[in-house]
């Protein structure tokens, strides 16, 4: 195995750090100067990444230690050293206190519940993933003791969608209770359920997005097209260092808000479009260079569909610290490294179309 695939390969199976120290403690006289570069900057990496973990964690430790609240870290997931995430486990049962305090930090819930739907949502499951986006994204997994419901009240537990019937304030949740059948009914009867999010907003780390533009080769040519833009980092990185069109689809409106100004402020919004449109429904036609960056198996189900579409010499490109098990497997993987943030980068390329 090439020095490239043992360094993915680690990525994925999340033990980097140790491999690196490992390659770097043994005789690298074999290696060449660039490939010494890279285990350092990977190294630098690791450390860095668990140095804003603890930065992070220890924040909102603070806070909590300020409040009386009482958790716990998983260390092991701390120190991971790759991965920009922290858990914590509340030792109490209601959440609501914590989630306020760490929204006041700047973490954010997938999606923003209040009233009876959050009652309804913390009863229901026993945590939940905050993201805080900058440069890099942190993730905060919170936890908290579950509910000890029983198999025959499990039918008669309300859902989000029941929640979602009628805006109820906190103090009335248990309404929800006596709107269940009813929005049962509504559905059965065609009531639009909630829109089905492909994969929560995690913006690319932004020092890695140059290298990503490198690695799909992008040119002044290309229309590039991002399905869950986020807030458009790597389109408007596309248009301002090359020059080329980018086509943004992204679920979530504020995201949509947030990735036209930056295309402003970046002086290049007359080559960036965004839709605020499932990117399910888009429309591809024009896209000879894709981005993807959602979960695994989201990718896996994207990329053959997507490589039937493209013209001939149409590249996608996903990046993932996880495996992507992708039919056809990608033409090319590359580990990439910033100073404080790391990911494996595929791409694949389109083959003549069949009917052409
Ligand atoms: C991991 S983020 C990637 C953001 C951006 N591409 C980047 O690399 O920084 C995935 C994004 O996809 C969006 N998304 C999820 N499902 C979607 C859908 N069905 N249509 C459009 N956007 C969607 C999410 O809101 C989120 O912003």
Same mark, same amino acid.
């Given at each position: ?12 199976? /999340? ?73 914590? @486990? ?8 914590? $989630?306020?305090?760490?929204?006041? +930090? ?17 009863? @229901? ?12 994204? $942190?993730? +905060? ?29 906190? @103090? ?16 059965? +009867?065609?009531?639009?359920?909630? /829109? ?83 990117? $399910? ?8 260079? $894709? ?47 910033? /100073? ?17």
């Amino acid at each position: 195995m090439n020095l490239n695939d043992r360094i993915a390969t680690a990525i994925h199976d /999340k033990d980097l750090a140790d491999v690196i120290n490992a390659i770097l403690a043994s005789d690298v006289s074999e290696l060449t100067a660039e490939q010494v570069d890279m285990l350092r900057r990977a190294d630098t990496a690791c450390n860095n990444i668990r140095d804003l973990c603890h930065q992070a964690s220890g924040e909102l430790c603070d806070q909590f230690d300020r409040a009386g609240i009482g958790y716990q870290i998983d260390e092991q997931e701390l120190n991971a050293s790759q991965i920009h995430q922290f858990s914590i @486990s509340l030792q109490d049962r209601n959440p609501t206190q914590a $989630m306020s305090i760490a929204r006041q +930090l700047g973490y954010h819930p997938a999606a923003t519940l209040s009233g009876a739907e959050w009652e309804i949502f913390w009863r @229901s499951n026993d945590g939940t993933v905050l993201t805080r986006t900058d440069d890099v994204t $942190m993730r +905060l997994r919170l936890r908290w003791p579950q509910s000890n419901r029983t198999a025959w009240q499990a039918p008669f537990w309300p859902n989000l969608d029941d929640a979602a019937l009628v805006p109820l304030p906190t @103090s009335l949740w248990r309404l929800v209770f006596a709107l269940r059948p009813i929005a049962i009914l509504a559905r059965r +009867l065609g009531t639009p359920r909630r /829109k089905t999010s492909i994969g929560e907003f995690l913006g690319t780390p932004v020092d890695l997005v140059p290298q990503l533009l490198a690695f799909a080769d992008l040119k002044a040519t290309d229309v590039v097209y991002d399905l869950g833009c986020g807030d458009g980092r790597i389109l408007v990185e596309a248009a301002r260092r090359y020059g080329c069109r980018a086509v943004g689809y992204e679920l979530d409106k504020s995201l949509c808000r947030i990735a036209s100004d930056l295309a402003t402020r970046q002086g290049v919004d007359h080559l960036v479009e965004i839709h605020n449109v499932d990117a $399910m429904a888009a429309d591809v036609q024009r896209a000879n260079v $894709m981005f993807l960056f959602q979960p695994p198996e989201t990718v896996a189900r994207l990329v053959p569909k997507l490589l039937q579409q493209l013209p001939q010499g149409g590249r996608i490109i996903a990046h993932e610290q996880s495996r992507l098990e992708c039919d056809p497997s990608a033409s090319e993987t590359r580990p990439l490294f910033s /100073k404080d943030a790391l990911t494996v980068a595929h791409l694949w390329k389109a083959e003549p179309r069949r009917d052409a």
